[in-house]
């Protein structure tokens, strides 16, 4: 698809613009400049501003912006804050504003800032993103910083993430400009500035430029011995390592960020639950659901000290998560949906969203795939609704998953080949190893082993270069199956030989027992009887250790005839003994 940035200061092309002038030039002088000042305001304007900044009788006013209604210039809003008006469309504006002197441009977008602070008084809040755009514009760097970091906080609030990253980049570009004066700025507003905009970046995919913020934020830090600036800044850090799939690096930045607030006693409970709230996560994508835990449950003890759902309600879905995990199913439901209904309750949709998806893991976990698809489709219609694009791909990786667990393979492709095509648009190399790493499972399902292999090597290179040794374990274990499956033996024995081995290094039961079947049948083929007895035990002995640990309300029967195959190659194997 071809996609269009903000155009509002493009110049319009000679043809349209001779088009546009025609259509004006019906209009007197006065009226011209009424339109064109109206134009600077932007394609909707009220009229109590137009009049102020224009200083012109009111009256006379009406008379002008009734000939802009006739003349098919302008048309009436229905305003219940006053008489409000709007272009008929955006190049007629576009073609008025760019027929003014650079330097008029400026001089009336300062005005308007003005006269929008003054008309608005103690609710200008409400209209402080005006303000900061026509201060902007108008080249009032003073006056423009501390409105335009306001802004890019309101619009982070809203989770309009691309709206806040303008508004932050107006604020930088103006503190830049006062620097380059010798004017000193606010530091604490800089600082904010510099956080929030690191945000919006990693959240908008936009990893250079992050880099360089988050590299600001420390230069700063250091330069006002600011402790809980740097906190904030080993906390985005660890976020944006997060996002890059450097999961060591993201633990270690988010402990960092501990260890500040803890030295210095600092005082901060967003901040400090913020970063609990990181390490359990990435402890949790590292695998180590245990070491989770701790810092999720010291998460959700600040948050619900607090008054604010949402905390409380982030938290306790992850701590559901992971106890899904450790083991017990019916604790894992219920602080998942609890945690859920507080996001609802709170409006946090961005929150919300993740929660989604969690709760839906949850459920697909425990075996009740139709349940999760509930959860994964309201999670994905959520990520839609934000345009928070690499939670669509995961999300449809979920759906894949969880349709590919039911047999319904045309779906489940689907699914995956959405999420594929979303990662290589944002350029998220880790979601298209997963989402590649499935449509070779796919592949193996329907028997394409020739294609599964390709798609699974391609995977692997992925996952290598991310160091996710557990992702590598379960596509070492499809390669085995797509190398069998294409009769070549002693290539499919060694991935299940490092598949298991990475399993057994990792922990990861769920994998390991499937290679060693892998290795079993493959053994048993090729009639080493006792060495494929062998793995088989083993794999018993996996299988037990994984029944001991099932979570609670777990489907025993759809986990025992999930390892149906490992116990009759068992019974084959005892039969070829007596034999």
Same mark, same amino acid.
Request: some cysteine; proline content about 1%; overall charge neutral.
């Given at each position: 698809?071809?996609?269009?940035?903000?155009?509002?200061?493009?110049?319009?092309?000679?043809?349209?613009?001779?088009?546009?002038?025609?259509?004006?030039?019906?209009?007197?002088?006065?009226?011209?400049?009424?339109?064109?000042?109206?134009?600077?305001?932007?394609?909707?304007?009220?009229?109590?501003?137009?009049?102020?900044?224009?200083?012109?009788?009111?009256?006379?006013?009406?008379?002008?912006?009734?000939?802009?209604?006739?003349?098919?210039?302008?048309?009436?809003?229905?305003?219940?804050?006053?008489?409000?008006?709007?272009?008929?469309?955006?190049?007629?504006?576009?073609?008025?504003?760019?027929?003014?002197?650079?330097?008029?441009?400026?001089?009336?977008?300062?005005?308007?800032?003005?006269?929008?602070?003054?008309?608005?008084?103690?609710?200008?809040?409400?209209?402080?993103?005006?303000?900061?755009?026509?201060?902007?514009?108008?080249?009032?760097?003073?006056?423009?910083?501390?409105?335009?970091?306001?802004?890019?906080?309101?619009?982070?609030?809203?989770?309009?993430?691309?709206?806040?990253?303008?508004?932050?980049?107006?604020?930088?570009?103006?503190?830049?400009?006062?620097?380059?004066?010798?004017?000193?700025?606010?530091?604490?507003?800089?600082?904010?500035?510099?956080?929030?905009? =690191?945000?919006?970046?990693?959240?908008?995919?936009?990893?250079?430029?992050?880099?360089?913020?988050?590299?600001?934020?420390?230069?700063?830090?250091?330069?006002?011995?600011?402790?809980?600036?740097?906190?904030?800044?080993?906390?985005?850090?660890?976020?944006?390592?997060?996002?890059?799939?450097?999961?060591?690096?993201?633990?270690?930045?988010?402990?960092?960020?501990?260890?500040?607030?803890?030295?210095?006693?600092?005082?901060?409970?967003?901040?400090?639950?913020?970063?609990?709230?990181?390490?359990?996560?990435?402890?949790?994508?590292?695998?180590?659901?245990?070491?989770?835990?701790?810092?999720?449950?010291?998460?959700?003890?600040?948050?619900?000290?607090?008054?604010?759902?949402?905390?409380?309600?982030?938290?306790?879905?992850?701590?559901?998560?992971?106890?899904?995990?450790?083991?017990?199913?019916?604790?894992?439901?219920?602080?998942?949906?609890?945690?859920?209904?507080?996001?609802?309750?709170?409006?946090?949709?961005?929150?919300?969203?993740?929660?989604?998806?969690?709760?839906?893991?949850?459920?697909?976990?425990?075996?009740?795939?139709?349940?999760?698809?509930?959860?994964?489709?309201?999670?994905?219609?959520?990520?839609?609704?934000?345009?928070?694009?690499?939670?669509?791909?995961?999300?449809?990786?979920?759906?894949?998953?969880?349709?590919?667990?039911?047999?319904?393979?045309?779906?489940?492709?689907?699914?995956?080949?959405?999420?594929?095509?979303?990662?290589?648009?944002?350029?998220?190399?880790?979601?298209?190893?997963?989402?590649?790493?499935?449509?070779?499972?796919?592949?193996?399902?329907?028997?394409?082993?020739?294609?599964?292999?390709?798609?699974?090597?391609?995977?692997?290179?992925?996952?290598?270069?991310?160091?996710?040794?557990?992702?590598?374990?379960?596509?070492?274990?499809?390669?085995?199956?797509?190398?069998?499956?294409?009769?070549?033996?002693?290539?499919?024995?060694?991935?299940?030989?490092?598949?298991?081995?990475?399993?057994?290094?990792?922990?990861?039961?769920?994998?390991?027992?499937?290679?060693?079947?892998?290795?079993?049948?493959?053994?048993?083929?090729?009639?080493?009887?006792?060495?494929?007895?062998?793995?088989?035990?083993?794999?018993?002995?996996?299988?037990?250790?994984?029944?001991?640990?099932?979570?609670?309300?777990?489907?025993?029967?759809?986990?025992?005839?999930?390892?149906?195959?490992?116990?009759?190659?068992?019974?084959?194997?005892?039969?070829? =003994?007596?034999?």
């Amino acid at each position: 698809k071809w996609r269009a940035n903000w155009f509002g200061q493009l110049d319009i092309p000679p043809s349209v613009n001779n088009l546009v002038n025609a259509k004006l030039r019906r209009f007197d002088k006065k009226a011209l400049e009424v339109f064109k000042h109206a134009a600077v305001i932007g394609d909707e304007f009220e009229f109590d501003v137009l009049a102020e900044i224009l200083e012109i009788d009111e009256d006379e006013l009406d008379d002008i912006l009734r000939q802009g209604i006739v003349g098919w210039i302008l048309k009436e809003q229905k305003s219940a804050i006053g008489d409000s008006f709007r272009f008929h469309n955006s190049v007629l504006r576009r073609a008025l504003y760019s027929s003014m002197a650079k330097a008029n441009q400026r001089k009336v977008h300062a005005k308007v800032a003005k006269t929008i602070e003054n008309l608005q008084g103690s609710k200008k809040d409400r209209v402080v993103g005006q303000i900061a755009y026509h201060y902007y514009w108008g080249a009032q760097w003073q006056k423009a910083f501390s409105p335009a970091v306001k802004a890019g906080e309101i619009a982070r609030k809203r989770e309009a993430f691309a709206e806040a990253a303008s508004y932050f980049r107006y604020s930088r570009e103006a503190m830049e400009q006062l620097q380059a004066s010798d004017i000193k700025v606010d530091t604490t507003l800089a600082g904010k500035m510099h956080v929030g905009l =690191s945000e919006a970046l990693i959240i908008l995919n936009k990893f250079d430029d992050a880099e360089k913020e988050l590299t600001k934020i420390f230069d700063l830090a250091n330069q006002e011995h600011d402790v809980s600036l740097r906190a904030w800044g080993e906390f985005f850090s660890s976020r944006y390592h997060q996002a890059r799939s450097a999961m060591k690096r993201a633990v270690e930045l988010a402990k960092l960020g501990l260890e500040s607030i803890t030295e210095s006693n600092i005082n901060d409970n967003e901040l400090h639950r913020r970063l609990l709230q990181q390490l359990g996560y990435t402890l949790w994508m590292s695998g180590q659901m245990e070491a989770a835990q701790e810092p999720l449950e010291k998460a959700v003890a600040i948050a619900e000290a607090s008054t604010d759902n949402r905390p409380a309600g982030w938290a306790l879905s992850y701590l559901g998560l992971i106890h899904c995990f450790r083991g017990n199913g019916t604790l894992a439901m219920e602080l998942g949906e609890k945690g859920l209904k507080l996001l609802r309750a709170s409006g946090d949709r961005v929150s919300e969203m993740f929660a989604w998806e969690r709760v839906g893991i949850i459920f697909s976990m425990l075996g009740d795939q139709d349940r999760a698809l509930y959860f994964f489709e309201n999670g994905l219609e959520l990520a839609r609704a934000i345009g928070h694009q690499h939670q669509q791909a995961l999300m449809y990786i979920d759906l894949g998953e969880a349709n590919r667990l039911k047999n319904n393979l045309v779906q489940a492709e689907q699914h995956y080949q959405k999420a594929l095509t979303i990662a290589r648009q944002i350029e998220r190399s880790d979601v298209e190893a997963i989402s590649t790493q499935n449509l070779g499972l796919v592949a193996i399902a329907r028997e394409q082993f020739a294609e599964a292999a390709q798609m699974l090597e391609k995977s692997l290179v992925l996952f290598q270069a991310q160091h996710r040794g557990i992702s590598e374990a379960e596509v070492y274990w499809a390669l085995g199956k797509a190398r069998e499956g294409l009769g070549e033996i002693n290539t499919a024995l060694e991935n299940y030989q490092h598949a298991a081995k990475f399993c057994k290094k990792l922990s990861y039961l769920d994998y390991e027992w499937r290679a060693l079947l892998g290795q079993g049948s493959i053994l048993a083929k090729e009639k080493s009887y006792q060495e494929a007895k062998m793995a088989i035990n083993e794999a018993i002995a996996v299988i037990e250790k994984m029944k001991s640990q099932l979570p609670e309300g777990a489907n025993l029967k759809t986990f025992l005839e999930d390892k149906q195959p490992v116990y009759d190659l068992l019974r084959e194997l005892k039969a070829k =003994s007596l034999e």
